[in-house]
Structure formats: C-alpha cells, structure tokens
C-alpha cells in the first residue's frame, strides 16, 4: 500500500539524552509519527497522548507492582507496548512487552523491532470509533448529569467498568468535556434537549 | 508536524531563520512588542535592545518551535521570574483581548446558518466555556502573579501570604480541553449543511489558539512553577 498508516507514537524515558536518541532513530521512520516525549507518566495529558498506537517506555519509570501487571496501570490503551531498557528486566515483565529496545541497539536492530511490532497491529484496534450499545447508554447517562455511581447503579454494572466505558467514548469521539460530550449527545439525537 | 529538538536555537541564533521555521512565534514577538524588519539581528542582540532576558526569551521560543523540547530551570536565574510573569500577564492579555473575543465572533456568524437544537447547544457551549476561561485568568492574575509579584519582592520567607505555588500547581485548570472538544464537534460532529467559509476559518484558529495555550500551559506548569517554588525554599 502506499498510502500506508502512519503510526503515532509516544516516548516515555526520564534520560533527556536517551530519549533525543531514540528519537532521532525513529524520526528517520515514516511509518512512525512522534506525538511526543515526556520523561515518565506523570507528564501524561490525555487529550494528547492517548492515541498513541505504540508506548515506547522506560520500565525504570514504574514501579515494580506497576511492572507486574503494566497494561492494567498505564493511563493509556497503547495496542503495542515497547520497553526501552537501560538495565536487564525480569522476564515475566519483559513478557508483557511486544518488544524491548536496549541501549546498544543498533539503528538497523531499532528500525527492524519496530517494524516488526506494528507488522502485527490489528488495523481494527486501530480504526474503529464507533460506540458499542452499552457505551451509548453510558453517553446517555453522562448526557444527563449523571455521576458514575448513578450510572453504575442504572445499568447494573461496576463503577470501574462506568470509568473505562466514559474514557473509551472520549478517545472514540475526541471529546473529553462533560459539556463537550453533553453537545454532541444532543446533535446526534441520543438525548432530547428537554431531557437535560 | 512534530519538530524533534536535538539542536534547540541558541543566543546566536538569527530572530529571522527562527520564525522562518515556526511562524507562531509571529504572535509571540508581537505580544513582546518586538518590531518587524529587523533583518539579521541574533537573538543576543535583539534581547539586549528589548531589555529581554536571554534565558527567558530563547526558552519561549524554543518551547513554542520544538515540540519534544523540555526547558531546563536549571538554566534559568531567579530574577527570570519577573520576565516570565511580564510575558505571561502580555499573552494573557493577547488571549482575553484578541483571540478569544475573535473565535467568540466568528462562532457566533458560523452558527446563524446552523440548525436551531446545534445552535442553541453550541452557543451555551461556548459561553459556558468563555465564562471559564475569564475565570482561569482572573484567578491567575489576581491571586498567582501578586503572589510572586510580592514574592520577588520580599524574598527570604517574609510574605505575610499562606498561599503557596504549590496550590497554583494542584488547581491549575485546564482550558484547552473544552477548545479541543469544540475542535472535534466542528470538524466532525455539526452537520455538513452548515457550513461556510467560515467554519474552516474557525477550525483553523482554534487548532492555532490551542497550540498556543498548550505552550503557554508549559510555561507555566514546567517554567514558573518550579521556579517559584525554588525560590519559596530560599
């Protein structure tokens, strides 16, 4: 294809020096676009960061129970997670990562990893924005006013899983406001004006 | 797209070259009240005729050029602050003088020729939204800056305030949230029979407004802050 996907990508590494490294690596990469470059998770910013396709990060930025299950703690749903490594790492949590970059990688090793890491990203992971049903009705409730216990009490389902829907619906639509999500609720006739 | 910065502009960089690879500094040297036509001169140049702190001056315009680019406080000397909190207070007034009222105006044109439910939802959107923003800056103006104002003017833990920068650091609202649902709504969510010139015009100055308030939020969460807060420990 020519008109290939360009992949978003987002670097986590404390090292200013690392970082501007691995960075200029990729930067020779088309497939790859760089969102940004922040030095550990704290930095995160939703709106800004979430679309990452693929998280670059330095384990030496989690904890070790943050290590121990690293896709359930991360800010972000990353389909592939890359682990830049300044010191060995222990191999159940190496196992979570789609790959490990290492300080003395060579340029051809970096580009070879990466390339084989997005080879494997399912483009629908990717693409599809539409909202289930069950996000609908949280939109809906959120529409509404309502709080995330209110919601979780009116659909019967945890207040976590009423967290994860509203995040999925924000990175689906780009909309992260209550009012924002409340407007589009209304444009698109999922909730009457006279309902609010 | 994303300019990596391996090589940030220095003091001998030429003010020319540098806007020519990022022309938003275009409306920073015009909040600076820098003046065109200024040929070759160098950034050191130009700061020593506009009384600019070096540090301060290419630490902006590095932030506003490169987006990998993270500011060294390290750098920075503590009577920077001052210059820091003047550009700000400029900027601030640039946002809640012109560009602001300007997107206000034209949303407001853009959505005469919507349907009355998207005209009516996005209007109290965007007032909702403008009412926050006034306030974001009021409470920066009237509670941060005099904060450090008397601050940097009593040093040494003299401040009769119990206001701390690290309260500034906790509150600090977020504004470009609203402004990039607004994006989105125009973009991809208001029907396709409203549209104008206009709603281009719109979507295009606010992608350049929010690029702007994302730099300015940098400066002040990354710069002034730590700096404010290095100062509080003396």
């Known amino acids: ?196 | 797209m994303p300019r990596s910065s391996i090589n940030p502009h220095t003091a001998n960089t030429k003010l020319a070259s540098m806007v020519l690879g990022c022309p938003a500094l275009l409306s920073v040297l015009n909040r600076l009240n820098i003046k065109l036509g200024f040929g070759d001169t160098t950034v050191a140049d130009i700061c020593q005729r506009y009384g600019l702190s070096p540090g301060v001056f290419l630490m902006i315009c590095n932030i506003y050029t490169f987006d990998t680019y993270r500011p060294n406080i390290e750098h920075l000397q503590p009577n920077d602050i001052g210059h820091i909190v003047a550009y700000l207070r400029t900027s601030h007034r640039y946002y809640t003088g012109v560009s602001f009222p300007r997107l206000h105006a034209n949303i407001h044109t853009l959505l005469k020729s919507c349907d009355e439910v998207s005209r009516q939802v996005l209007d109290k959107f965007y007032d909702d939204y403008d009412q926050e923003v006034t306030k974001h800056f009021d409470y920066e103006e009237s509670v941060v800056f005099p904060y450090i104002d008397q601050l940097l003017a009593q040093p040494q833990g003299t401040t009769h305030t119990s206001y701390r920068i690290e309260q500034f650091e906790q509150n600090h609202s977020n504004i470009e949230e609203k402004l990039n649902d607004l994006k989105n709504i125009l973009l991809k969510y208001l029907t396709e029979s409203c549209s104008s010139p206009l709603r281009t015009e719109v979507l295009m100055s606010i992608f350049t407004l929010e690029d702007d308030l994302t730099r300015h939020t940098l400066i002040e969460e990354r710069v002034l802050a730590p700096l404010v807060a290095k100062l509080e420990r003396q």
Do not use: W
């Open chain 1, 1 to 196: 294809m020519s008109s290939a996907k360009v992949y978003q990508v987002l670097l986590v590494e404390p090292s200013p020096l690392v970082g501007a490294g691995l960075l200029a690596i990729l930067s020779k990469l088309r497939e790859m676009h760089i969102i940004d470059h922040i030095a550990d998770l704290s930095e995160f910013v939703e709106r800004r960061h979430a679309m990452a396709d693929v998280l670059i990060i330095a384990p030496s930025t989690l904890s070790h129970a943050e290590l121990r299950n690293v896709r359930r703690y991360l800010p972000l749903q990353a389909p592939k997670l890359v682990a830049l490594l300044s010191s060995p790492m222990e191999e159940a949590h190496a196992a979570q990562f789609d790959a490990t970059i290492g300080l003395y990688d060579t340029h051809e090793q970096v580009a070879q990893k990466m390339r084989f890491v997005l080879k494997g990203t399912p483009q629908e992971a990717i693409d599809s924005n539409e909202l289930t049903e069950r996000e609908l009705a949280v939109l809906a409730c959120v529409a509404k006013g309502l709080t995330n216990k209110e919601i979780s009490n009116m659909l019967n389902i945890s207040i976590n899983t009423v967290t994860t829907h509203r995040k999925r619906i924000s990175h689906k639509l780009g909309i992260y406001s209550i009012s924002g999500i409340t407007a589009y609720a209304i444009m698109n006739k999922i909730v009457n004006i006279t309902d609010l």
